[in-house]
């Protein structure tokens, strides 16, 4: 687009007391944003307060001028960064079935890793480690699958989930991960994300639909788990208390017609009683990373492609650590602490190693965490 085009977009999204909801309606009625501006004030009065009509069809406030500037001064500083608008033939279709799809986004990395099919994964900040290891290897999994993984970039569970994305994409699988934030794409939040932060923009993208600069607010990070579930197939969670901002992520893709998917835990673990109530209430119980993938019914293929991307299927070269597990899991049903206590490798990597071997169907997972293997 334009300058000029870009700039009546930042313009509207940066109208004080123009939300979302409205600013589409105004878009549904006169057309682009300009049209917006130049439609008078009688005209904007029937879809908006009088007060915000005025503001609409005068001159913007030099408040609003020095916002937009600052907006399009960020987005010129680099050539991976870059404003999507509803207009935009490549605005995620998804969040198009949003009741208030956001007018712009702020993407700043790889734009094309919109364009995949998606599945989110959230969970509880305050995690176990069992739940942090949990979502890597399933994220590392489903990431090799061609699934991109997209998650809020919060402490625990969704740190993991990204992590585990990123290291598919570098054992060279066609991976990638989105972070959808409840700040500017330029906000590092939290700040000891810094790292994983830069790692996302690099090799996937870093996503919201506010301006850069604004702070963590948080009111503001609701209105991002919506779009978490908009942009995705599905949204599986790993662990999540009963009041969890993972189990609203849920409610908004349920109600978005997305798949809801949930791992089950100790019915002890307080970490676990989100899980349990969305699988209560009509949740898919997830044991495996092919679970996922049957219940997002994806192609038939799929599970073959899978075990290609993990080096395992077939007469695929195992690599050094799914061979290790291998030998040490020897014929015999073993739990899985016994096997990390085998294994020279942390456990994350071990988790790893046996969704990408029970992928492939060299080893299976039995009740009570432990695993037999097949061939």
């Not at 589409?24 to 009688?42: H, I, N, S, Y």
Request: proline share 5%; net charge neutral; hydrophobic share 45%.
């Amino acid at each position: 687009m334009d300058a000029a085009e870009r700039a009546a977009w930042l313009r509207l999204l940066l109208t004080p007391g123009l939300g979302p909801r409205t600013a589409r309606e105004l878009l549904a009625a006169f057309g682009l944003p300009q049209q917006v501006f130049d439609a008078g004030r009688t005209a904007l009065k029937k879809h908006v307060a009088d007060d915000l009509a005025s503001v609409l069809s005068h001159a913007a406030s030099a408040a609003i001028d020095s916002a937009v500037a600052s907006a399009e001064q960020w987005l010129a500083a680099a050539t991976d960064r870059s404003l999507l608008t509803l207009a935009d033939a490549d605005y995620p279709a998804g969040l198009l079935e949003c009741p208030d799809p956001p007018p712009v986004l702020f993407a700043w990395g790889q734009r094309e890793a919109l364009a995949r099919p998606s599945l989110a994964i959230v969970g509880s900040r305050s995690c176990t480690q069992q739940g942090r290891e949990t979502a890597e290897a399933f994220a590392h999994a489903l990431a090799q699958a061609g699934l991109t993984i997209v998650s809020g970039l919060a402490v625990g569970i969704d740190a993991a989930a990204h992590r585990g994305a990123l290291r598919a994409a570098d054992a060279g699988a066609a991976a990638t991960t989105i972070a959808v934030l409840g700040t500017g794409v330029d906000v590092i939040y939290p700040s000891a994300h810094r790292a994983l932060t830069d790692a996302i923009r690099t090799r996937g993208l870093l996503l919201s639909e506010f301006a850069p600069g604004t702070p963590a607010l948080a009111h503001n990070f609701p209105r991002r788990n919506r779009l978490i579930a908009g942009l995705t197939r599905g949204v599986l969670v790993v662990e999540a208390a009963l009041r969890s901002g993972s189990l609203i992520t849920a409610r908004l893709a349920a109600e978005l017609g997305r798949e809801v998917l949930a791992i089950p835990g100790s019915i002890h673990s307080p970490t676990a009683r989100g899980c349990h109530r969305l699988i209560k209430d009509g949740a898919k119980l997830v044991e495996s990373a092919q679970d996922v993938l049957s219940e997002l019914r994806l192609p038939a293929g799929t599970p073959t492609a899978i075990a290609a991307a993990a080096g395992t299927g077939g007469g695929a070269v195992l690599s050094e650590t799914q061979r290790e597990v291998l030998d040490v899991l020897g014929h015999d049903p073993v739990g899985l602490d016994t096997l990390i206590m085998r294994c020279a490798r942390d456990a994350g990597a071990v988790s790893a190693a046996l969704f990408e071997l029970e992928l492939a169907q060299h080893v299976e997972r039995l009740p009570g965490n432990r695993y037999q293997r097949l061939r």
